[in-house]
Nanobody, 120 residues
Framework: VHLQESGGGLVETGGSLRLSCAPS????????MGWYRQVPGHTRELVASITKDGDAKYGDSVKGRFTISRDYFKHTVALQMNSLQHGDTAIYYC???????????????WGQGTQVNVSS
């Protein structure tokens, strides 16, 4: 099983995008899920995370503009990005602490990344 992102693309400054992330097949459960982003040549930074209890955390640069949500039945996570700025341009990666079957262990899975470009 792996995670699959969708929803990236090109948007103008001030616009909005919604990213989605889902397991490639049905899984038994998920704990923390979230999003990181990375600009080439820079370290990966946390954008937002959400626990299985619904507690959300955001990176300082996106607070008030981005909203993370999850579907507790499908074990998917989404990121609504509003008021996008040129500095939000990056590759966005979703991750999830997932258990595939009741009898398997927990694994932290990552998506392959989706490109977000915000024109200045």
């Amino acid at each position: 099983v792996h995670l699959q992102e969708s929803g990236g693309g090109l948007v103008e400054t001030g616009g909005s995008l919604r990213l989605s992330c889902a397991p490639s097949k049905s899984v038994f459960g998920a704990n923390d899920m979230g999003w990181y982003r990375q600009v080439p040549g820079h370290t990966r930074e946390l954008v937002a995370s959400i626990t299985k209890d619904g507690d959300a955390k955001y990176g300082d640069s996106v607070k008030g503009r981005f909203t993370i949500s999850r579907d507790y039945f499908k074990h998917t996570v989404a990121l609504q990005m509003n008021s996008l700025q040129h500095g939000d341009t990056a590759i966005y990666y979703c991750y999830g602490d997932v258990i595939e079957h009741q009898w398997t262990g927990w694994d932290v899975l990552w998506g392959q990344g989706t490109q977000v470009n915000v024109s200045s």
